[in-house]
């Protein structure tokens, strides 16, 4: 085989392998450190370097074979020098041309010789320069032919384009990390402002303060335990912070009212879950269904609850897990009319409801998260929290609710079989 | 005679001479493998090394690279490289690119490891 027909084969396999490599966007050090070695497996050049040049003019050495690791990294480079990268033809970029009027390389000639660089040929990218790769001579030692220029040329461009590549991929990734960050910081916003409402619906009602906050807090934990994601967790505990939303609109001597409201004002005070929609719809919020969840957590499984008297499947998921929520709170908490109910009372208020009040699923996965924390299987303790001191003293609290639990699950497993 | 396996390339030492088995597609993994291993016979005392390209069908660009730097490395360590066994394809490349011209070619291992005792190392070319 001729020689050169040789010689055009090898090449040719190198630009294949380089442009696969520049185009693997992986580790940048490797990606150049491996194209470097390509150029000088190409030509059989002893050494090598690859320099980037920043746009106040510093260079930075990226790659190195056969020379001292951080050469260049103390060059700089002017617009004018730059200009004459851009405009010089493959002599001026050879440093045994003494002829060249290239003032970069004459500043830095004796370095370089003393590396035993020969060439140093510009990276131009978009008619930028992006930096240069230095190059040691052949080992053969012969001279540069004009293939060998033009062959160079090629590979550095492409090495080039890899390098620019990286760099836009990278400017990308700090842009989408930092569009990120905004988003965090605008739902943090978003959710410092819902609180902010759930604290002004609670002052209206002297008797139930930090209600809502508790609602939101107790949808979470249940939402978490059925398995929801992250997202849809935090959406849970929107909505369950803005549950009563609509009671801003609710006369404040209902709300306040210290015994049991007569059938006029229970028909205004029902106006709010129907109020809270109206509130809460043209609010774009970052989760979904919150003004439904707002709308339907007063409904229950047998079609008697407000204000549509949905039934169980018509009524979201989400809204019977505020509901539960909802009443779980007003059980365990003072209300003008009664103290909080016992713990004993609560469970069984819990199992005579499940099925025609609430979710059976529901129910089953709040037992699940306050029985883990009674056991000491999960480390926060928040349900237990919000409940206070000595609420859930005593042995009879895990009994009764493993007991619950059971109860459900074998009725679950019963309905299922029967289905 | 010591016979030992780092990263998997195979090498052993005859006195202060050692040889490594390039594999069969020499090529950047298998390049920086071959690469380690010289190195470290180098630091452990050898004073010269056998590349064996017997069982090597291909070498590419980064593999020509990697040779020429471990050229570069025995040189600096005063140490004498020698390719053995290699093929015919091969051997028009490394002669194409001018390789011939610092390392003596052996028909195999057992020639390199004599032709070591009356070899005298190339010098680089001049280059400037």
Not at chain 2, 5 to 18: D, K
Not at chain 2, 47 to 63: C, E, H, K, P, W
Request: proline share 2%; with cysteine.
């Amino acid at each position: 085989m001729e020689i050169t027909t040789q010689k055009l084969i090898h090449a040719f396999g190198s630009l294949a392998d380089l442009g696969q490599e520049v185009a693997d966007t992986g580790d940048f050090s490797e990606m150049v450190r491996t194209s470097l070695h390509l150029l000088l497996g190409t030509l059989a050049l002893r050494r090598g370097g690859v320099v980037e040049c920043a746009i106040d003019g510093s260079l930075d050495c990226v790659a190195t074979w056969g020379l001292e690791e951080r050469l260049g990294a103390e060059f700089s480079i002017s617009e004018l020098e730059k200009t004459a990268f851009l405009n010089g033809g493959p002599l001026a970029f050879s440093l045994e041309n003494r002829a060249s009027t290239n003032e970069f390389l004459d500043r830095y000639r004796a370095i370089l010789k003393d590396q035993s660089i020969q060439l140093v040929m510009p990276m131009v990218v978009r008619g930028d320069l992006s930096g240069f790769v230095m190059l040691g001579g052949k080992a053969s030692g012969e001279d540069f032919s004009v293939e060998d220029f033009e062959t160079i040329r090629a590979m550095v461009r492409h090495i080039g384009v890899g390098i620019h590549t990286h760099r836009l991929l990278e400017k990308l990734a700090r842009r989408a990390e930092e569009n990120r960050r905004l988003y965090e910081e605008l739902r943090a916003i978003y959710r410092d402002t819902v609180k902010a409402f759930a604290a002004a619906i609670d002052i209206k009602d002297k008797y139930t303060q930090g209600h809502s906050e508790r609602v939101g807090r107790y949808s979470e934990i249940i939402a978490r335990e059925m398995g929801w994601s992250e997202e849809e967790v935090e959406g849970i505990q929107i909505a369950g912070y803005l549950h009563d939303i609509g009671k801003l609109v609710v006369d404040r001597d209902i709300i306040n009212a210290p015994y049991h409201i007569n059938a006029k004002q229970s028909s205004e005070l029902n106006r709010h879950p129907n109020a809270g929609y109206e509130i809460l719809s043209p609010i774009n919020h970052p989760y979904a269904d919150i003004p439904l969840m707002a709308k339907y957590h007063h409904e229950r499984l047998d079609g008697r609850g407000y204000p549509d008297g949905l039934t169980d499947e018509q009524i979201p998921l989400g809204a019977k897990i505020v509901s539960l929520a909802d009443s779980f709170d007003a059980m365990t908490t003072d209300r003008p009319y009664r103290r909080r109910r016992s713990f004993e009372d609560v469970v069984m208020d819990l199992r005579q409801n499940t099925g025609t009040q609430f979710d059976r699923n529901v129910v089953v996965a709040f037992a699940r998260a306050l029985l883990k924390e009674v056991n000491g299987e999960s480390k926060e303790r928040r349900i237990v929290k919000m409940l206070g001191k000595g609420y859930l003293d005593g042995e009879q609290v895990v009994t009764l609710l493993t007991d619950l639990i059971a109860e459900l699950e074998v009725v679950k497993e019963s309905q299922a079989a029967s289905s | 005679m010591e016979i030992s396996s780092s990263s998997a390339v195979r090498s052993h030492c005859v006195g202060t001479t050692a040889v490594v088995y390039a594999s069969d597609y020499l090529n950047k993994l298998t390049g920086e493998k071959i690469e380690r291993e010289c190195r470290r016979q180098l630091d452990s005392g050898c004073r010269a090394l056998v590349i064996d390209f017997s069982d090597t069908q291909l070498v590419n660009s980064i593999g020509i690279s990697i040779l020429l730097g471990i050229i570069d490395i025995a040189e600096k360590n005063a140490a004498r490289v020698v390719f053995s066994d290699v093929n015919s394809q091969t051997v028009e490349l490394f002669e194409m690119l001018g390789l011939t011209r610092h390392v003596v070619l052996a028909r195999n291992e057992e020639e390199a490891l004599s032709s070591l005792s009356s070899f005298v190392p190339p010098t680089w070319p001049t280059l400037h």
